[in-house]
């Protein structure tokens, strides 16, 4: 082989080596490490989608995982992110108190976490935690229960995981809108953990009893999804149902004018956000923003349900 072409092909390889074995600053790699709650509700899915293709448009190799609302199984994912020698992870965690302990093993490891979509309740051991504003999404959606409802008349919550931070917070913001209003009367709040067979069963369950009902405020669109199908079982189509998240499913079921609304919650910007702070954090030590930060949410109705795909607002 003619010195020149040695050259070439050592510089070559070199170049390889480099781009595989590249490090930043922190001594880490370049693999940022994915874990959601799950990839097949569409939610989780669009979550880990949006930070895969950020990561990868920036140069990062990408791993994901699911720890389905698993705590142990997310500790155990996160000392596989360690043993890695991950650049960072994205996580939306698996409980607001039983996943601090995660996210201090991994910091205490040199692993910066940027946490998606829930929030843990310790500050300090997460790098970021950019959560959607659920109490100012909320509020939007118990506004547009409200006027659908005509300010009366009986109606029931559908909550979600007692655990998750979220789901209280949401229902905080139905209630501080829906409590004005004194002729609209809460019947049954029942916990249906985000399900969508659980909130069927339960709101059955509630028509029998309470055949009066003509609203049902959900925590999540799976949930508010659950109730339409059980009001649709029934022949009941006189009943206003509002969700929460953006689903491409909640999208459809506006369109069809079987759910009244529902909240988005920009999930995919969410993800594709943290995996820009955790690039800016592996390239020069900080984020330059707050632990914490809040994404504001979008009433979705049938007067812009057409732009909404994949937990975004889309130009048509």
């Known amino acids: 082989m003619k010195r020149s072409h040695l050259i070439v092909a050592i510089a070559a390889a070199v170049a390889v080596v480099l781009a595989v074995a590249w490090l930043a600053p922190n001594g880490r790699s370049n693999l940022i490490v994915i874990i959601t709650p799950s990839m097949d509700n569409p939610f989780f899915g669009q979550e880990a989608h949006g930070a895969e293709a950020r990561a990868k ?24 992110a360690i043993a890695r020698n991950a650049g960072a992870i994205i ?18 490891a040199g692993v910066p976490v940027f946490l998606i979509d829930r929030e843990i309740n310790t500050r300090g051991l997460a790098t970021a935690q950019i959560v959607s504003n659920n109490y100012q999404g909320a509020a939007l959606g118990a506004e ?18 007692e655990s998750d931070t979220n789901a209280m917070i949401r229902s ?39 055949p009066e009902v003509k609203g049902v405020i959900a925590g999540n669109d799976t949930m508010a999804l659950g109730a339409v199908a059980a009001l649709e079982s029934v022949g009941r189509s006189d009943v206003v149902v509002v969700g929460f998240d953006g689903s491409n499913d909640a999208r459809d079921a506006i369109r069809a004018g079987k759910l009244r609304a529902t909240v988005l919650q920009p999930a995919y910007r969410q993800a594709q956000y943290a995996v820009e702070l955790a690039d800016r954090y592996l390239k020069t030590g900080k984020t330059g923003q707050p632990e914490k930060q809040l994404m504001d949410c979008f009433l979705i109705t049938s007067a812009n349900a057409a732009d909404l795909d994949n937990f975004n607002l889309v130009r048509r």
């Open 172 to 210: 905080k913001g139905f209630h501080e809108v829906i409590d004005q209003y004194p002729d609209l009367k809460l019947i049954s709040r029942q916990t249906a953990n985000w399900s969508q067979s659980e909130a069927f069963a339960k709101t059955q369950s509630i028509l029998q009893a309470h």
């Open 144 to 161: 547009a229960f409200v006027q659908a409802m005509g300010e009366k008349g009986a109606y029931v919550e559908l909550v979600g995981k």
């Open 57 to 80: 448009a920036l140069g990062y190799q990408t791993l994901k995982f699911s720890h389905d609302d698993d705590a142990f199984k997310q500790s155990q994912l996160v000392d596989t």
């Open 91 to 108: 996580l939306d965690n698996a409980g607001a108190d039983a996943s601090a302990a995660a996210v201090a093993k991994a910091k205490a």
